[in-house]
């Protein structure tokens, strides 16, 4: 059974470029999560999706920053117009319903030059 | 809203003992669930143990094993019989319901030592 799948694994920006980090949930889990890991620092929750709903995006900042997971395929996690200061590790979870445990990617390390 | 607090930047031990790291938390809910993760030189993070608030059994995983006191907020993390893969970053996570947001320390960087 493949766990949570991220991709790619390491991603270079330049400043003002776009970037499109994938996340495939493990089968059978209808729930994303994103998560962001700045360098010597915990992990900050993003935002929380279902299948084509977004549940919880308080952790989201007001711009630049999308989410979705649609009805087929990965979810995305879009970073509009980058700046040195999204540089980071972010990380996608996922979870079955109702179940309380997230099993969480190998992340995707953003770098913004 | 939920905080978690890790007082110990930074540990160490030697191999084969044991060590226990610190976690405390705050929150006006009742029920809950607490966990701790383990982040290695490798970036993946990998669950540990998990814990319902509304059990009063402290769980166990192997050599792992942890100490909740409801009523004071905390959550430590016994490791027995250290061993050298256990060098990592150490993760102390709260989550208020089923499908819900974990809130994260700021993590243990833990060394063992040969």
């Known amino acids: 059974n493949a766990g949570v799948m991220q991709n790619p694994r390491h991603l270079v920006r330049r400043r003002g470029q776009e970037a499109r980090l994938r996340c495939s949930p493990m089968k059978g889990h209808s729930h994303v999560y994103w998560y962001r890991q700045l360098p010597e620092e915990g992990l900050k929750f993003m935002v929380y999706?279902?299948?084509?709903?977004?549940?919880?995006e308080s952790g989201m900042p007001k711009e630049r920053f999308s989410a979705e997971f649609p009805k087929e395929g990965p979810s995305i996690l879009r970073i509009q117009q980058v700046v040195r200061g999204d540089s980071a590790a972010y990380f996608c979870?996922?979870?079955?319903?109702?179940?309380?445990?997230?099993?969480f990617g190998p992340g995707t390390r953003l770098t913004v030059t | 809203a939920q905080t978690v607090t890790q007082s110990q930047p930074e540990m160490s031990v030697q191999e084969a003992e044991t060590v226990t790291l610190s976690c405390t938390y705050d929150t006006s809910e009742s029920n809950y669930y607490l966990f701790w993760y383990k982040q290695p030189p490798s970036r993946q993070m990998i669950l540990v143990i998990r814990q319902e608030a509304y059990k009063q059994q402290n769980a166990t995983e192997n050599r792992f094993s942890v100490n909740f006191q409801k009523a004071a907020k905390s959550f430590s993390l016994k490791i027995s019989d250290s061993q050298l893969g256990d060098t990592a970053m150490y993760f102390c996570?709260?989550?208020?319901?089923?499908?819900?947001?974990?809130?994260f320390g700021e993590g243990t960087q833990l060394t063992v030592n040969p």
């Open positions: 999706l279902q299948k084509e709903n977004i549940i919880d």
């Open positions: 996570a709260f989550g208020e319901t089923s499908g819900s947001r974990l809130t």
């Open positions: 979870a996922s979870s079955r319903f109702g179940s309380y445990e997230q099993y």
